[in-house]
């Protein structure tokens, strides 16, 4: 079975402060894919980053990073220097070769709603 | 290039009614997945399509199918509704429907209301 843990509800910062976003996930497939979504109020959910299971290494794209421990199974997203478009509500997600037959099905987290004020 | 276009926006039915929900993929997509979004239970996958045929399914009962044409649109039925059944239901798209590691295109969902 696989299961996607974000623990944080609610997060609320102030415009500029950097804010990290916590993802614990649980798999027995050796091969997966972690993901992170960005649903803003208008509902769609919006593809922000991908990592796969065999590539621990660190980016930066842009304000987005992201630290992937597979010792910890923690796959966490830092947005740097937070503005108030940012605030929405934020999926981590995982996909899993064995599990979906190669097909796409994912397995998402409850969700952590970030707000950013002025 | 046009995003994944769900129809209706808003559908307000009564219990033991059912329902069919529109999706229409980027052009191009393949692969059209089904979800279903409520605050209990958070984002549930439903089913998935490739090439016209059922690939996953999720934990729903059969009261909720779908199907997929040839031109890659998809619909999703649910019969016999029942209060429960009240969620946004957003449908995604991806290019390469065979791989798992594919982003999934949403669309801004169906929210269905069941009096």
């Known amino acids: 079975a696989q299961k996607v843990t974000q623990a944080q509800t609610e997060i609320s910062v102030v415009e500029k402060e950097d804010v990290t976003l916590d993802c614990v996930y649980e798999?027995?497939?050796?091969?997966?894919?972690l993901f992170w979504y960005k649903q803003p109020p208008s509902g769609e959910l919006v593809f922000l980053i991908r990592?796969?299971?065999?590539?621990?290494q660190n980016e930066i794209s842009g304000r987005y990073s992201w630290n992937f421990q597979k010792s910890t199974s923690s796959f966490n997203f830092t947005i740097t220097a937070s503005q108030v478009v940012d605030s929405a509500v934020y999926f981590c997600?995982?996909?899993?070769?064995?599990?979906?037959?190669?097909?796409?099905?994912?397995?998402f987290g409850t969700g952590t709603q970030l707000k950013v004020e002025l | 290039k046009a995003g994944v276009t769900q129809t209706p926006r808003y559908l307000i039915k009564t219990r033991g009614q059912q329902v069919t929900l529109s999706c229409s993929p980027i052009?191009?997509?393949?692969?059209v997945s089904w979800y279903q979004q409520t605050p209990g239970q958070g984002l549930q996958f439903l089913f998935e399509?490739?090439?016209?045929?059922?690939?996953n399914k999720g934990n729903f009962p059969g009261r909720f199918s779908g199907r997929q044409f040839s031109n890659s649109r998809s619909e999703m039925n649910v019969s016999t509704l029942e209060l429960g059944d009240s969620a946004l239901y957003l449908c995604?798209?991806?290019?390469?429907?065979?791989?798992?590691?594919?982003?999934?295109?949403f669309g801004n969902g169906t929210r269905l209301t069941v009096t």
């Open positions: 997600a995982l996909s899993a070769e064995i599990l979906t037959g190669g097909g796409n099905k994912l397995t």
């Open positions: 990592r796969n299971s065999f590539d621990e």
């Open positions: 798999t027995r497939d050796t091969t997966y894919y």
């Open positions: 995604a798209s991806s290019r390469d429907g065979s791989s798992y590691n594919s982003p999934l295109h």
């Open positions: 399509y490739f090439s016209e045929t059922q690939r």
């Open positions: 052009s191009g997509h393949r692969s």
